[in-house]
């Protein structure tokens, strides 16, 4: 495996050389664990001039769910409780070779942490590494497009799991608990984002955090959760309706988000553009009149983070390559009365190798439970 | 509630007019909850020369568990996903009186939204706040206090519940996983920070994360967990031996860490230097040989945030006022062979009324289960 973190600074590495700076410091923790293996709390990795660096208060651990360190990089501890690895860091660059530049995180870096870095290290020209290791962590390989599989396996069974049991009367609350239960059980490293039940008037909301309020015949009932899988976060989302037959309204408004949903999953292909991705599926839902309310995007990238790059939205810029994994989530929600919300996790992938691989298998049709 | 928000804003506006700022932008959301009652998700709080605003996407939700919006404060939609809260807040700002100060909290701000405040409103001075709230946040009025000893009795009942069970032969992640399913039962928001369970040779291991290592016969136990009761953040810690009778050395360790607690939980009365309750603490353990491997602090405050100022830590300057809730945590741990950890949060009380408040009751005795 540490090939694969080494070859990941070499990239970074003629990022930064390109953009004049001979060093750089990562300290978003998604970052540093796409380039180190690991992020212990409050660690930062210096790629330097002559060496690279992770430097952390405590040792990292060597547990799975905590990723594998890269055996490469030299450990530098922080003495005490008071240190920042940050300041440390650039100190460490400044030693390597005085008066060059070192590229950090602006996005992530605090305006204090900056000042101290300025401070420790004033010969040190500071330039900004902007968004260059999201960018690299667009597209996966197969071994990260592995870990988000078996995470999506994990949520699909949770899922089915959850449907076995009985509903009615059960609150919202304890339904996400139990959910993140069967994920643990099922050998997540724990839930990828809080799980979201949503019964009634809740259902279809976007993120909607779970209450007490219990599961009624009659009812929409949307979950939507995911998997940490070795730091790998995915996510699923369906609508169920609680009773024997579902109304007619139900139908229709389940009906219309599932084609814009499989119009912005069908859109998936290489060099599709972000924006027309959305577009497909927000189209859908505009052309039957459900134009109030939507959420501001489609879907988002998935992977260290649950909500990565790229953005699936209006005014997106960017395309979408190969092996570019991604949520398809649609919804709408009519306050006061509820709503459908269905999504997936997609791998992008061309129309020669199949087309868009579906992560998330659990059936789309409309259940009674 | 509302008057309570008010008068802290006015505490506030009063230290940024002594230190020449018109103006503040409150981003870190512990400190927006403090002052406007909740904090939605990505949301800043202006206090403006005029008005003073909360500038958030999504308008904030009235469920208790998300605060209780003070319905004094405008609020300020933020259009669409892309936009910046902070950016915004600035503008608003600048439109307030021109050519004035604004102190923006730079150990929390990044540096790329500082300089997109700086574009959006060049003529506004930018000044540092520091940690101005959280010093205000130091001291707790009966309202906030009343919010964690709900919190420390709901964390109460969840361990007291476990203790009854079968624990033998069950994972670290799985007793986790129930202390926080009883934690909800009990009315918590949800778990107050990642509920630790460590078993043998993980026992008295501070903020261990569980494994799938199964509690043995023989075992220390080490559990700790809290509750968030109204955005209130509470911590207990205890350590229990597995089997009908402890070994000689699990009792002398425990009696050992046991009195360094104590000696720390006795010394804290209004005007103790927070050094010196650490070091009341630490020179039980120390006087004993346990130097290695000690924590850098011995407690710490509680409140909107688990980790607070003060920290009770060797080099923290500092003394303790009254209404003051701290834990205090001391704690040994051997690797490979274990240790104990005691943890309680308590409240700074004059000695007139009866001393430091134990907010978390469960028994220190050392139980064989």
Redesign the interface.
Known sequence: MSEVYAARRTRLRDHCQAGGSQSALISRPANVRYLAGTDPHGAVLLLGKTEDVLVCADPP?R?P??GRLDEALRIHPLP???GDAAVAAAGLAAAQGGGDSLA?E???????R??AIRSVAPRLRLT?LGGAVEQLRIVKDEEEISCLRIGAEIADQALGELLESILVGRTE??LA?EL??RL?DHGADGPAFPTSVATGPNSGRRAH?P?DRRVEEGDFLSVCLGATYRGYRCEIGRTFVIGTSPADWQIELYDLVFAAQRAGRESLVPGAAYRDVDRAARQVLDSAGCTEGLA??TGHGVGLEIDEDP?L?P?AMGKLDACVPVTVEPGVHFPGRGGVRINDTLVVRPEADGGPELLTITTKELLAL
Chains 1, 2 share one sequence.
């Open positions: 651990d547990r769910t905590e005490g409780a008071g950090v602006e996005h992530h870096l605090t305006v204090a900056h000042r900004d609350r304890h608990l993140e239960r643990i955090r209450t501001p995007l953005q939205a005014a």
